[in-house]
């Protein structure tokens, strides 16, 4: 597995995290909300993307 993936997940983790306190404390509650959700959906997709390559390795692998 690749540290950068990792080192990409909690960038993204604490940048969310950051934006979240900012935005909540001077009354952005549905900003916040909303940035939570896009980091959720950011992480998502760099893990979807890991599962893919994944496959597609057990695919040549068993050759199908």
Partial sequence: ME???IFK?????ILV???NILLTRSGR???ALMVTITGLVIV???VV?????LF?????LFSF
């Fill in 3 to 5: 540290v950068d993936l």
């Fill in 9 to 13: 997940v909690a960038a993204v983790g």
């Fill in 17 to 19: 995290a950051v934006l």
């Fill in 29 to 31: 509650e549905e900003q």
């Fill in 44 to 46: 998502l997709v760099l």
């Fill in 49 to 53: 993307r890991k599962i893919s390559e």
């Fill in 56 to 60: 597609e390795l057990i695919g040549e």
